[in-house]
């Protein structure tokens, strides 16, 4: 069928506007992390004068179990959190408008929209963020919005510049129905490792500082404490785990539909064994009592870094089977 190159413009516009909101809410978030704390330390000295003032324990000098129970004053919303919500709010609307962005692709091509490293990339950093927004759903962590965002604005720059690809039809390797099942659970795998693998980071930074609190007194604090970190980096591989084994089984069957073989040792199949390998083994020492933490957290990072290197350096350094995917 013939390409819709209107659409596939809007398409392309939409996902620079994408990266600008984004940017935007980096910027955004990466205020609330800067200067949160003291907007957070000033409400709760705000709310412990307001209950002196209202004849709390503090100024009644009687039992905390005699004392009437006061309730709780509101709580003021500082500036920094203030502009932290506005950068959550434009998360959510740059994920909109990313989500047009791959919905027009699609209708553009006539396809799926991940027929090449360009699509693939706009859609594994989409599934980050709206794994994220889960993440902040469920635990009070928005202040690390920064922290995730800029990984993602990262990857969306290089896929937007080096590994753009026009709109056009898949080679004839890639028109099969394994190119919606195999690929977006590559991608919606693909796409939820990179939360774990940021948490896992700032799971090391926040452990140092708690091992030596000086070295790391302006960052470290400011970090939710550790074990909430590991449970996010654990809870989020254990659901993209399995999806991500699932694309790699259905990698697998399409291979040997289509070249007459299950493995052949090609680079991304090759690194993609390597990361799901790191990942059961980070999955496995989670189970074992010698190797929680810190350690684990290492294996979580490797596995990130190979996903990332996957992701993009595979394909835009060497020559495999998958070369078709748009790189040139």
């Not at 003021?76 to 919500?85: D, Q």
């Not at 500082?209 to 400011?222: I, L, T, V, Y």
């Not at 496995?284 to 010698?290: D, K, L, M, N």
Request: aromatic share 12%; charged share 15%.
């Amino acid at each position: 069928m013939e390409i819709n190159e209107t659409l596939s413009q809007y398409s392309d516009l939409l996902y620079t506007t994408t990266v600008a909101i984004y940017v935007l809410a980096l910027l955004f978030t990466l205020f609330e992390q800067a200067f949160g704390a003291k907007g957070r330390l000033a409400a709760e000295r705000s709310r412990q004068r307001v209950l002196v003032g209202a004849g709390g324990p503090e100024s009644a000098g009687i039992e905390d179990g005699d004392a009437p129970v006061e309730p709780e004053a509101p709580r003021a919303v500082g500036r920094a959190e203030r502009i932290g919500r506005m950068g959550a709010a434009l998360l959510v609307l740059g994920a909109l408008l990313q989500l047009s962005a791959i919905v027009l692709r699609g209708l553009a091509v006539h396809r799926a929209p991940w027929g090449n490293m360009y699509e693939y990339g706009m859609a594994v950093t989409f599934i980050t963020v709206v794994a994220w927004l889960v993440v902040i759903k469920k635990f009070p962590v928005r202040h690390l919005t920064g922290f995730l965002l800029l990984p993602v604005v990262i990857l969306m720059f290089v896929n937007g510049t080096m590994l753009y690809t026009v709109a056009a039809p898949v080679v004839p390797a890639l028109q099969s129905y394994w190119l919606v099942i195999h690929v977006s659970a590559a991608i919606i795998g693909s796409g939820v490792f990179l939360v774990p693998g940021v948490a896992s980071v700032l799971y090391l930074f926040r452990t140092a500082h708690d091992r030596n609190p000086a070295k790391f007194a302006g960052f470290g604090p400011k970090l939710p404490a550790a074990d909430v970190l590991d449970r996010i980096a654990y809870r989020a591989t254990i659901v993209a785990f399995p999806i991500f084994t699932f694309g790699v089984l259905c990698g697998a069957v399409w291979a040997e539909a289509a070249w007459g073989r299950f493995w052949g040792w090609d680079p991304k199949e090759t690194v993609a064994f390597i990361a799901w390998v790191i990942y059961a083994a980070y999955l496995h020492s989670r189970a074992t009592a010698g190797w929680r933490g810190t350690r684990a957290a290492v294996i979580n990072i490797v596995g990130f870094a190979a996903t990332i290197f996957n992701l993009f350096f595979v394909n835009l350094v060497t020559v495999g089977l998958h070369s078709y995917a748009g790189v040139s």
